[in-house]
């Protein structure tokens, strides 16, 4: 049994907790450092886990590049908070508990666990109303001083985390695909659906593949996936997909048009993070349609906002996080909806983390890159 310095209670361990481990942090755009740092040690409600993997978001990459999203502007205080850790999908083994929370969770030393990716603050309006994603008081992991992410051997699971054991019936190999695949089912929810639609996904990236999957299940009449590079639009056909369309090749408004008789699709969902997409899906989407917004842009999106209203009179919907998703996501991965082994292209060790940046941020080498403390 080890004693909390902080807390002064008494947490049961599988073993003695290192001193220090290696972590990632980062200090600025473009200034990600591979460190010594303390092993955190968890109080009342925490939880330790030895991470098992950790992969990297597009999200992570905007932040590495210095995206005012989390960099500020002159609109805007930046989310990230540095000196943190980064790393919000990930899974791991619980090595330490504070007092309450193996009962609060229904974890044990030596489960796989995984925390959902923010840390809401249970207060606020959203909190109190079921709608904890959007709390403005929320820490998303690997962004903020209070939820250090997973880019280290160890990680701690703020009291107020949302915390699931990760059953055996899913594969550990994918079990680092839950966090995306919980967000890729929220934004397929978001579209509403319908098994006469004609449905368009834009982006054939993790995220974008994970939603092919999750809509596949939705059965619509017809689910097309755009993307520019020729090896993700062949796994989106494994993933479900019945037409994929590339733009570097074919005009795909056109192509969605003359497959609907002129009307265009009607649900669109955007996940190809670049402003392009969004006009793209703004032209090619019906009177009437279903707009999903799901990725972080870079730069402004500059259009017709008159389209939206006069013209179309269209739903826009955004889509944050992934609520409620976890367990359908570990269900798909344990049921082996998606081919993982076609999506988690590159596994490399913590060290090698700028060689997984630069495969991410190149984004025709790699699908999902995780990381392994």
């Not at 210095?66 to 790393?87: I, N, S």
């Not at 982006?203 to 619509?220: E, T, V």
């Not at 020729?230 to 056109?254: F, H, K, T, W």
Request: glycine letters at 10%; one cysteine or more.
């Amino acid at each position: 049994m080890m004693t909390n310095p902080i807390y002064t209670v008494y947490f049961p361990v599988a073993q003695e907790l290192p001193r220090t481990m290696q972590a990632i942090v980062c200090y600025g755009p473009e200034d990600y450092r591979l460190e010594e740092r303390l092993v955190p040690r968890p109080g009342p409600g925490e939880v330790v886990v030895r991470v098992k993997q950790a992969a990297i978001c597009a999200s992570d990459m905007k932040c590495f590049h210095g995206a005012p999203l989390f960099w500020g502007d002159a609109d805007r205080q930046g989310y990230c908070q540095p000196p943190v850790t980064p790393g919000h999908e990930f899974y791991g083994e619980v090595v330490a508990l504070g007092e309450g929370a193996g009962e609060k969770y229904g974890l044990v030393i030596g489960d796989m666990a995984i925390s959902e990716q923010i840390v809401p603050c249970w207060e606020c309006r959203y909190c109190k109303r079921g709608a904890y994603w959007m709390c403005p008081n929320g820490n998303v992991y690997g962004f903020r001083q209070k939820a250090f992410g997973a880019m280290a051997e160890y990680m701690l699971f703020p009291q107020g985390a949302i915390n699931h054991r990760i059953p055996a019936s899913v594969p550990l190999e994918h079990a680092v695909f839950i966090e995306p695949l919980a967000c890729a089912i929220h934004a397929v929810d978001r579209g509403r659906i319908g098994f006469d639609d004609v449905v368009v996904i834009a982006g054939a990236g993790p995220l974008g593949l994970g939603m092919i999957a999750a809509a596949r299940l939705k059965n619509p009449h017809l689910l097309i996936a755009v993307d520019p590079v020729e090896g993700r639009l062949a796994v989106a056909a494994a993933c479900g997909a019945d037409i994929m369309l590339n733009p570097s090749r074919v005009d795909v408004v056109q192509e969605v048009r003359a497959l609907t008789e002129g009307d265009g699709c009607d649900v669109y969902i955007e996940a190809a993070g670049h402003p392009s997409a969004v006009v793209q899906g703004i032209h090619m989407i019906r009177a009437l349609g279903r707009f999903v917004q799901f990725s972080l842009l870079k730069e402004p999106v500059s259009l017709d906002w008159t389209i939206i209203g006069d013209t179309k009179e269209l739903s826009i919907y955004g889509s944050h996080l992934g609520p409620y998703c976890y367990r359908p996501a570990m269900e798909m991965l344990a049921k082996r909806r998606l081919p993982m082994e076609q999506i988690i292209t590159h596994r490399l060790p913590l060290a090698s983390f700028q060689e997984g940046f630069a495969l991410v941020s190149s984004a025709n080498r790699s699908i999902k890159v995780a990381l392994t403390p």
